[in-house]
């Protein structure tokens, strides 16, 4: 039978414990959550802030805050010009879904980046796409 020294006994255990509060910390760390995804500024939501007074330049620094793309249709937009929609806020609607399309045409081909609030399909981060899909040059 083999004796061990003191020092060395400690010097395992020690080593051990600190193993074993790496792992914990490491644990602790990964369980976090991930950010919260913003919501997108919906075609509700802007009808409601347009009906309550805000300010169109406040509107459009919502929506690109929120990096919310639009995927309207044609009829869709007509739809909204027609019923009050102010063109700075269609016009930003649209650019942010071509330069969405430009950058990754497959976006325009599958529902399967975008998510479906009411009537209407949305992109971006709240659709959980990288922040440089949605802004930039």
Known sequence: MTVRSPSRLLAFLALAYL???ACAAQREHSSVAPATRPQP???AKLQTML???EAIPVILGEME???????LTLAERD????EGMPAAILSWMQESYDRAIRRHPELAKSN???IKVGDYWYGGLPAGWPRDWVSGP
């Open 19 to 21: 193993l074993l509060a």
């Open 41 to 43: 500024v919906t075609v």
């Open 51 to 53: 009906d309550e007074g």
């Open 65 to 71: 805050s929120s990096g919310t793309v639009y995927r």
């Open 79 to 82: 739809a909204l010009r027609e």
């Open 112 to 114: 399967d980046r975008w």
